[in-house]
């Protein structure tokens, strides 16, 4: 079965720096797909960004990309220039074979 | 529709009753997945339905737990004798088939049993 694991329960940044969320996972599989999600105080879960394991260019979304390393089984996503609107929860997730397995989160504040 | 619909959104019930939760998926999809968000946690696999069949339905938790699909459409989540450990945010997503694209989720449904 896959895990995910995110270790920061919470974090705090000033508005406009750059944070990073760590996220690890454990699977035995080779060909999977990797997600970070927000989920703001609405509890609508948004789709940040995607990666699939077999590339190895790291993901990127206009302000938001990932450090993907497939063989020490990290996905970290990295938020440049925070704004305030990013203040949510962020999960990571595994999708294989046919769902997604979340971590636990992390919630992050950004600070005016 | 838009989006997919859950209702209600809140939800308060006493110890021992039934409730039925509702998820709307966007049109076409024919994959969707139920989660379970208590409070301080991630989410927890409930069911996946593929169309009107649940090839995958191992997160239920107990046999108080239930969930059907009809017409490849509406999903309705059924939770019998509910416990206070049953209060969670439940939520409901969907896609247009097992994809690797991710899901489209719903805004949830706040469950509270007192």
């Known amino acids: 079965a896959q895990t995910v694991t995110q270790s920061q329960p919470e974090m705090s940044v000033q508005e406009a720096e750059t944070v990073t969320l760590s996220c690890t996972y454990d699977?035995?599989?080779?060909?999977?797909?990797l997600f970070w999600y927000k989920q703001p105080p609405s509890r609508q879960m948004i789709l940040v960004i995607r990666?699939?394991?077999?590339?190895?260019q790291n993901a990127t979304e206009n302000r938001f990309s990932v450090n993907f390393q497939k063989a020490a089984k990290s996905f970290s996503l990295k938020i440049s220039d925070s704004q305030l609107g990013d203040t949510a929860m962020y999960f990571c997730?595994?999708?294989?074979?046919?769902?997604?397995?979340f971590g636990t989160g992390t919630r992050l504040t950004i600070i005016p | 529709g838009a989006g997919v619909s859950q209702s209600p959104s809140n939800k308060v019930t006493e110890k021992g009753k039934d409730v039925e939760l509702r998820c709307d998926p966007i049109s076409g999809h024919t994959a969707l997945y139920w989660y379970r968000q208590s409070l301080g946690q991630g989410l927890e696999f409930l069911i996946y339905?593929?169309?009107?069949?649940?090839?995958?339905k191992s997160g239920l938790p107990s046999d108080r737990f239930s969930a059907e699909r009809t017409g490849g459409s509406v999903s309705t989540l059924t939770i019998q004798r509910t416990q206070q450990e049953d209060s969670a945010v439940y939520l409901c997503a969907s896609s247009p088939g097992p994809t690797t694209y991710g899901y489209t989720f719903g805004s949830g449904t706040r469950l509270t049993v007192v």
């Open positions: 339905f593929q169309g009107n069949s649940a090839p995958d």
């Open positions: 997730a595994f999708f294989y074979p046919e769902k997604l397995t």
């Open positions: 699977t035995s599989e080779s060909n999977y797909y």
């Open positions: 990666q699939e394991a077999y590339k190895q």
